[in-house]
């Protein structure tokens, strides 16, 4: 059996640290788990605008888990959260950058605090929108 990832809740933001490398199983469980918390907190009305994936334990990222964390952005965007990358470290950039991945519909970030404060710039622009 694959490792399972955890998913943290904070506030209005979904926290996933990756603790290992994970196997391609693991990681398209976290998407579907992911995706159901995000469906699942929004139905009970406290709204997820934020995912944060935490890669700075992962030294090396393949092309199946590159897209996957595209994926994963891109449908939390469709369900109105951000997602914000951090932790990248520079054999995975340089890897994402020679297999010729984007990390569509994600931002990036350094360090934790950075990220947070993406996700609450984000939060604040999306509520102007609907004000």
């Known amino acids: 059996m694959s490792q399972r990832i955890p998913i943290i809740k904070i506030r209005e933001n979904l926290i996933v ?3 290992s490398d994970i196997d391609d199983l693991a990681a398209l469980r976290l998407q579907k788990e992911l ?3 995000i469906h699942e907190e929004n139905i009970s009305g406290v709204n997820v605008t934020g995912v944060l994936l935490d890669l700075t334990i992962l030294d090396m990222v ?3 888990l590159g897209r996957l964390i595209s994926n994963i952005a891109q449908s939390a965007a469709t369900m109105n959260a ?3 990358v951090v932790g990248i470290q520079p054999a995975v950039a340089i890897t994402l950058v020679e297999m010729g ?3 569509k519909g994600a931002y990036t970030a ?3 605090d950075h990220a947070f404060e993406i996700l609450d710039d984000l939060k ?3 509520e102007e929108i609907v004000e």
Do not use: G, P
């Open 62 to 64: 393949d092309s199946f």
């Open 101 to 103: 991945l984007q990390l």
């Open 17 to 19: 640290t990756f603790i």
């Open 35 to 37: 995706t159901e918390m």
């Open 110 to 112: 350094l360090n934790v």
């Open 82 to 84: 951000n997602t914000v």
């Open 124 to 126: 604040a622009e999306s």
